[in-house]
Each structure stands twice: as structure tokens, then as C-alpha cells.
């Protein structure tokens, strides 16, 4: 199955691209599809502590299982603006 990954501010700057088309087998979970993509980008390890997880725009749990067509974002942690 194809998953369309979104990549934001340094995940982006680290891959290199806004996004990638990502080939998975079926019934792979959010983790796995992002243990995966940590694998081939190592740099990324150091935010997977705080990074986000969306599946077709809604933040959802890494043990959401992903279906062909997903799209899949990883956003950067989120800080408060000025007051």
C-alpha cells in the first residue's frame, strides 16, 4: 500500500523534501511506519520523543493502523505565541 507522508519545519530541512510517498505492507501501525522512516533518516531519532503524529489531519495514536491512501504528517512539537 502507498502512504503519502508530510514533513514539517527541521523533519523537513533533515529528509530534504515536504514529502514522500512511502511504501508499506498492510496492516503496518503508525510506529512501525515511523520506525521505518527513522531508520532511513537517522537524524530524526533525536525528536521522536517530542515529535506529533497526524493521520489525515487528526493527531492520533502511534498504534492507529494505516490504510492505503493515508496521509500521514510528522509536526514538530507546538509552542504558545506572544500574549
Known amino acids: 500500500m502507498q502512504i503519502r507522508l508530510r514533513l514539517f ?3 523537513r530541512e ?11 505492507r ?4 503508525l510506529r512501525e511506519l ?3 522512516i527513522v531508520a532511513k533518516y537517522p537524524r530524526l531519532a ?3 520523543g517530542s515529535m506529533l503524529l497526524a493521520v489525515n489531519e487528526a493527531i492520533v495514536s502511534p498504534e492507529r493502523v494505516l490504510n ?7 509536526l514538530p512539537p507546538v509552542s ?3 500574549r
Not at 498492510?26 to 501501525?29: A, E, L, P, Q, S
Not at 492505503?68 to 510528522?74: K, R, Y
Request: aromatic share 6%.
Open 68 to 74: 492505503d491512501g493515508d496521509e500521514v504528517a510528522l
Open 26 to 29: 498492510d496492516g503496518i501501525t
Open 14 to 24: 533533515i529528509v530534504g523534501s515536504r514529502g514522500l510517498t512511502w511504501s508499506a
Open 80 to 82: 504558545g505565541g506572544a
Open 46 to 48: 533525536d525528536h521522536r
Open 9 to 11: 519545519a527541521t523533519y
Open 34 to 36: 515511523v520506525d521505518g
